[in-house]
């Protein structure tokens, strides 16, 4: 069993930066990809970033691109997002999530594993 804990949510003021962590843990793990989603509140569930494991390949979502940076620990079993020049629009809660195999990194249902969620709030 995957266990995945986020880390590093909070309040900022825009323009500001935060740096979430993600901590993998489990017997075997050894994920194909892993990835950040995020949710705000009456909106559906997309796609932030991901990295593929192994070769340290990134994808970000467009609206992301320029402003956060996802990066891997594989020491550590950790996956970081690195959030700069945040806005307001960028308030949810963010996800991380563990794939083990390759298919369309956008897609949440890639995703077998999730951890619960870390609130990030942009302050105007």
């Known amino acids: 069993q995957v266990q995945l804990v986020e880390s590093g949510g909070g309040l900022v003021q825009a323009g500001g930066s935060l740096r979430l962590s993600c901590a993998a843990s489990?017997?075997?793990?050894?994920?194909?990809?892993m990835g950040w989603f995020r949710q705000a509140p009456g909106k559906e569930r997309e796609f932030v970033a991901a990295i593929k494991w192994r070769d340290n390949y990134a994808y970000r979502a467009d609206s992301v691109k320029g402003r956060f940076t996802i990066s891997r620990d594989n020491a550590k079993n950790t996956v970081y997002l690195q959030m700069n020049s945040l806005k307001p629009e960028d308030t949810a809660v963010y996800y991380c999530?563990?794939?083990?195999?390759?298919?369309?990194?956008?897609?949440?249902?890639?995703?077998?594993?999730w951890g619960q969620g870390t609130q990030v709030t942009v302050a105007s």
């Open positions: 999530a563990a794939g083990d195999h390759s298919g369309n990194y956008y897609y949440r249902e890639l995703y077998p594993y």
């Open positions: 489990g017997r075997t793990f050894s994920p194909y990809v």
